[in-house]
């Protein structure tokens, strides 16, 4: 019988450019009402790796600013700076090289490059292009992407560390969308695939890591809930349930009954 405990076993880890991690939940850090709750979030959720959007977000171009590192500080947390914001590749190539030099030299990041502004799709020839000089450059790249297998393949193929497929479009909670392009790039990926944007509710993630996910990102599904904390607690759970689900093996889909006692053998 599978021992059972508290937290997932540690053998069962998520390993991203060859560093380890317990937890497959990764948050975002905007959108909360203030950085005290952006670290009572991040710690409810068990939450391992935080991205950050370099645009948006304090991480020392101000020093007279309230600096997010003084609540998540980079000892503790993996700080994965993303493009967030960025419509070019070469937007989004300065954006990681000036995270770079923040964050003393941290090569990690998560490249998005949108391409349109009411959706927040990815602009697919443009990421393949930053993703290309950025890898060329020694960085380790997390790439957001559209949920296409075949696109998915070609920036494994540059050499990115984790991709980074859309459930649905960023913040509008629909969950996933389509569950079949999602197991075509996890049957066929040799580095870990992350959902990122899409998901709304802790049944979405479960669902995303029943689906043999690697992981889940959000930011929205819990900065945006009545109560962030809470939600972020409740998506942990979702993740580790899913996760569990995944590696458990689910039983088949049949069209009729089976009964739980069977009634073969009754007396």
Known sequence: MTALADSPPATDTLVIAGKPYRSRLLTGTGKFKDLDETRRATEAAGAEIVTVAVRRTNIGQDRDAPNLLDVLPPDRYTILPNTAGCYSADEAVRTCRLARELLDGHTLVKLEVLGDQKTLFPDVVQTLAAAETLVR????????TSDDPV???RLEEIGCVAVMPLAAPIGSGLGVQNRWNLLEIVDNAKVPVIVDAGVGTASDASI???????????NTAIAGAKDPVLMAHAMKLAVEAGRAAFRAGRIPRKRHASASSPVEGMI
């Open 137 to 144: 450059d020694g960085f380790q790249v997390m790439v957001y």
């Open 208 to 218: 995303a890591m029943e689906l043999g996910c690697d992981g889940v990102l959000m």
């Open 151 to 153: 696109l998915a393949r």
